[in-house]
Structure formats: structure tokens, C-alpha cells
């Protein structure tokens, strides 16, 4: 069983819809992660949270929008999305030092129609 | 910034044999590489790490090795196993103004019966 919840496991929106991904973890980490993966690639880094506070952003477009409410939630909203933002999105999380492994949620597939 | 290179993209191996998988990065301030296993419909899932002043580790059927000089960190898998059979990533971290985690492309890994 993996230590990061991620909810739905599956999401299938159209263009003009708003929905939102979660993201849960009680292992008292304090960085959060939010990646994307396509098939058959690697996951790529988009947004990075340290003590809740937003610490990198991959120059992703503004139609994807982070939050993190507290320690142990990860939002990721999305608004007016395109096609080719259809992928796996992965949730990560923490210690936020150094040298410390990122724990990853199973995901959530995003289906763009 | 950091880059990530990794070989093969696919390997096929028997049941029994050892199996090797390659990486080089290139930012020289790296100094944590973690190497993930990621199933169908999971998550990566950390399998083994190595940090910059360890030139090698063994956690039972798989060790890693480090060449800093030359960049160069590897997996090495013995006595494999049908098990064994998922997708391998190797990765890089490094902080530039949070910890960011640069993976390699990937490698598929076959264990025949």
C-alpha cells in the first residue's frame, strides 16, 4: 500500500470544466510534489511545495493551479484544459532536506476530451 | 540544468541472470540518485538510493555504484526474476531553490521465465 493517497484515480473532463486532484500523506513530510507523466515517458516535475509554501514552478501554464492547504494536502486545480494535458498525475512527497527519497502516490489518469 | 541520461531503453533477460542499467548526469552539484521501479498502474516506488560519498550499496539482489568523478551511477539487478519485470528510473536531485528530482528516460526490463 502506498503512503500517499491519491483521489480519483481516474478523471475525464472536458475543455470547458473545472475539477480538482488530491493529494494525502500522514508520513509528516513537509515538501509536496506534483509531476506528469506520459506513456512510456518519465515523470517531469511541475510544481514543488516546501512548508507549504510554493518553491518551484516548471513554467507550467496557469491552467494548472497548486495549493496546498495544509502539511499533509496537495491540490492540483484545473480549468480549460487541452488534449494534450492527458497523462498520469503523479503526487510526491518529503522531508524537505537534502538527500531524502520522494514517496509517490499511484496517480491520477487525466483524460482531456 | 541537470540532464539525465539512461541505457538501455529496454532490456530482456532470463530468469536467473543479472541485468545492468546505466546513467550518466551532468550537473557535478548533484549529489543524491535514487533509483525507481514503476509498475503498471503504480507509482514509482523507490528501490535503492545512493548519496555522493558512497561509491556503492547493496540492499540484497540489487546495488547501485557511483563514479563521481566520471558522473557515472548504475543498477545492478542479480538473480532476477519475473517479478523483477516493471520499468527502472534513475534520477538525480538537486536544489535550486527547492529539491527537484531530474529523471533519466527509462528502462523496461523483461525477466523470461
Known amino acids: 500500500d502506498t503512503e500517499v493517497t491519491q483521489t480519483p484515480k481516474h478523471l475525464v473532463m472536458g475543455m470547458t470544466n473545472k475539477k480538482s486532484l488530491k493529494c494525502e500523506q500522514h508520513m509528516g513530510h513537509r515538501a509536496m510534489y506534483w509531476y506528469k507523466q506520459k506513456a512510456k515517458k518519465p515523470p517531469e516535475l511541475m510544481f514543488v511545495?516546501?512548508?507549504?509554501?510554493?518553491?518551484i514552478n516548471e513554467s507550467v501554464p496557469s491552467r494548472f493551479s497548486p495549493e496546498c492547504p495544509n502539511s499533509s494536502l496537495l491540490n492540483l486545480h484545473l480549468h480549460a484544459l487541452q488534449p494534450e494535458d492527458s497523462a498520469l498525475y503523479l503526487c510526491?512527497?518529503?522531508?524537505?532536506?537534502?538527500?531524502?527519497?520522494?514517496?509517490f502516490g499511484d496517480g491520477t489518469r487525466l483524460s482531456i476530451l | 540544468g541537470e540532464n539525465v541520461e539512461q541505457h538501455p531503453s529496454t532490456l530482456s533477460v532470463q530468469e536467473g541472470d543479472s541485468a545492468v542499467i546505466k546513467c550518466t548526469y551532468s550537473d557535478s552539484a548533484s549529489n543524491y540518485f535514487p533509483w525507481y521501479k514503476q509498475e503498471l498502474g503504480k507509482g514509482p516506488q523507490l528501490i535503492i538510493d545512493?548519496?555522493?560519498?558512497?561509491g556503492e550499496k547493496k540492499d540484497q539482489r540489487i546495488a547501485v555504484t557511483l563514479n563521481k568523478t566520471a558522473k557515472h551511477f548504475s543498477l545492478h539487478i542479480t538473480e532476477t526474476q519475473p517479478e523483477d519485470s516493471a520499468v527502472y528510473f534513475c534520477?538525480?536531485?538537486?536544489?535550486?531553490?527547492?529539491?527537484?528530482?531530474?529523471f533519466g528516460a527509462g528502462t523496461r526490463l523483461f525477466v523470461k521465465a
Open positions: 510526491a512527497s518529503s522531508q524537505p532536506s537534502f538527500n531524502q527519497p520522494q514517496h
Open positions: 511545495y516546501s512548508y507549504e509554501k510554493l518553491s
Open positions: 545512493i548519496r555522493s560519498n558512497v
Open positions: 534520477a538525480a536531485s538537486i536544489y535550486t531553490g527547492g529539491f527537484k528530482t531530474i
